[in-house]
């Protein structure tokens, strides 16, 4: 059973950057689409970030512009690259297949955009 691990998380200003990695304990290949999601404090969890295994992506409004999602099959591994963070990007992000399956949820990784 695959297991997804996140990491990259951490403290930045407004404007700022950061790269969330997510790993994976064995092949992602079978999976068709990766994606990122975040839940803020009092909030609902949504999908920030999706990619197919063609490579084909899609962004939520609200990041389109300043998030890149990559995969590496090869390396079993899905990055979200943050540019031009803003306060409302704090949240916990994780990687789940799209749609997500429970059994993949982990940890996350907190992302806190302040100055």
């Known amino acids: 059973q695959v297991q997804l691990v996140e990491s990259g998380g951490g403290l930045v200003q407004p404007g700022g950057s950061l790269t969330l990695s997510c790993a994976a304990s064995?092949?992602?290949?079978?999976?068709?689409?990766m994606a990122w999601y975040r839940q803020a404090p009092g909030k609902q969890r949504e999908r920030v970030a999706v990619i197919t295994s063609y490579g084909i992506r899609e962004y939520v409004d609200s990041v389109k512009g300043r998030f890149t999602i990559s995969r590496d099959n090869a390396k079993n591994t899905v990055t979200l690259q943050m540019n031009s963070l803003k306060p409302e990007d704090t949240a916990v992000y994780y990687c789940?297949?799209?749609?997500?399956?429970?059994?993949?949820w982990g940890q996350g990784c907190l992302v806190t955009v302040s100055s």
């Open positions: 064995e092949s992602i290949f079978s999976i068709n689409a």
């Open positions: 789940n297949a799209a749609p997500p399956y429970v059994e993949l």
